[in-house]
């Protein structure tokens, strides 16, 4: 295989912390990173949507990872950023923001450095990771943005964001 080829096989990902995991996401699902702003509460969205922000005259709810994986909610702090991120569902495309500590780097890992989900220890369902990324001594959780939220969880999210508008206007 040529050095080309090899390159190409890379995948690169956006880590980001939340509490002390470090989570990644396919660099081509990640659309943005924004500093933390005031978030808006939605009553009656899921308990893991922290609230929705105004983007370019779009709303987008942010979700918080920790609370998603029952642990408790996040704590803001002054890296706290959203990253900006397209998951598909069963009606297309939905913009959604995760709710990061900070943001580590964009890391490009080969093949071989990506080890199939555990079973067991990772306090994510399996079915919600790609795999763990092996970085030196450590491991990314690599997730899954299309199935870390279900069909189910994608429609309340979307109902929430009509509330949301509607509530603007």
Request: aromatic fraction near 6%; charge should be negative.
């Amino acid at each position: 295989m040529t050095n080309g080829q090899n390159e190409a096989l890379k995948r690169q990902f956006l880590t980001f912390v939340v509490g002390d995991e470090e989570y990644g996401v396919g660099i081509t699902q990640a659309k943005e990173i924004i500093e933390y702003d005031t978030l808006t509460a939605v009553p009656g969205a899921p308990v893991f949507i922290r609230g929705v922000i105004n983007l370019r005259g779009h709303v987008v709810p942010v979700v918080d990872l920790a609370v998603k994986f029952g642990r408790p909610a996040s704590t803001l702090g002054r890296r706290s950023c959203v990253v900006v991120v397209e998951v598909q569902g069963e009606e297309g495309g939905t913009v959604m923001g995760i709710l990061a500590d900070r943001v580590s780097l964009v890391a490009e890992l080969p093949p071989d450095a990506i080890e199939p989900a555990p079973t067991f220890g990772t306090g994510v369902r399996t079915d919600w990771l790609l795999g763990l990324g092996r970085m030196d001594k450590r491991f990314i959780l690599l997730l899954d943005t299309d199935r870390v939220l279900s069909a189910r969880e994608v429609l309340e999210v979307q109902a929430a964001e009509a509330t949301a508008a509607s509530a603007a206007v």
